[in-house]
């Protein structure tokens, strides 16, 4: 199977102000068709978890630009460009690349 | 707008059967993936398996540690998913969610609806 690691929490952040949380995988999800397989989901407390970025980098219908995803093979960082109080919860990295599909642990975004 | 709505028994007995209903509204079951992923209690998420049942392929995919309790079906008529884990322990305390999936570049899995969660506890 292939291990997805996070970091637990990011370090707090003020509303307005950039964040990054990062996610590792323990092989590449590069595909040989040039994409990398890797979504990242939000989970807002209470809620079911919501797509954010699939591909590694394409944002998916709805979410605000502000969210953008880099990253390739087996390392990957999703960065807010100016995060909002209702950017709260919890963020996991899922590889999409093979089964058993995998989630990191989630990152936990701090507010100040 | 697609939804998904889930119900089923929230308070099973060790050795019983989970089962979960997910109905689809706004879109057919036609034409995507369909999978179940769960979490407990405050622990990350674990995917259980998807399917293609009513598609073309007609594939199905179920974790490993879960394959011989497992089993997800598609109702194309009442446009409907459906989950059942037999033999149901402690460690299968869980919120359960059903998501929509879909292909990206015929490939792969990003699940972009999901229902709102059944919380499912085990206990005798």
């Known amino acids: 199977d292939i291990v997805m690691t996070q970091s637990p929490l990011s370090p707090p952040v003020t509303p307005g102000e950039p964040a990054s949380i990062s996610c590792r995988s323990s092989q590449s999800l590069l595909h040989r068709n040039g994409n990398n397989y890797l979504d990242w989901y939000l989970q807002k407390p209470g809620q079911p978890p919501q797509l954010l970025i699939y591909?590694?980098?394409t944002r998916a219908p709805g979410v605000p630009d502000r969210f953008s995803g880099s990253g390739s093979g087996t390392d990957f960082t999703l960065k807010i460009s100016r995060v909002e109080a209702e950017d709260v919860g919890v963020y996991y990295c899922?590889?999409?690349?093979?089964?058993?599909?995998?989630f990191g642990q989630g990152t936990k975004l701090q507010i100040k | 707008q697609v939804h998904l709505q889930q119900w089923g028994a929230g308070l099973l007995k060790p050795s019983e059967t989970l089962s979960l209903t997910c109905a689809v509204y706004g879109g057919s079951v036609s034409g995507f993936y369909w999978g179940w992923i769960r979490q407990s209690p405050g622990k990350g998420l674990e995917w259980i398996g998807d399917?293609?049942?009513?598609?073309?392929?007609?594939?199905?995919n179920y974790h490993p540690s879960l394959k011989s309790r497992v089993t997800i079906s598609v109702d194309t008529s009442k446009n409907q998913v459906s989950l059942n884990l037999s033999s149901v322990t402690a460690a299968d305390t869980a919120i359960y969610y059903c998501?929509?999936?879909?292909?990206?570049?015929?490939?792969?899995?990003?699940?972009?609806?999901w229902g709102q969660g059944t919380l499912v506890t085990v206990s005798s």
């Open positions: 399917t293609d049942q009513a598609n073309f392929n007609g594939k199905t």
């Open positions: 591909l590694g980098s």
């Open positions: 998501a929509r999936g879909e292909e990206s570049y015929s490939y792969g899995l990003d699940f972009d609806y």
């Open positions: 899922m590889q999409a690349l093979q089964t058993p599909r995998t």
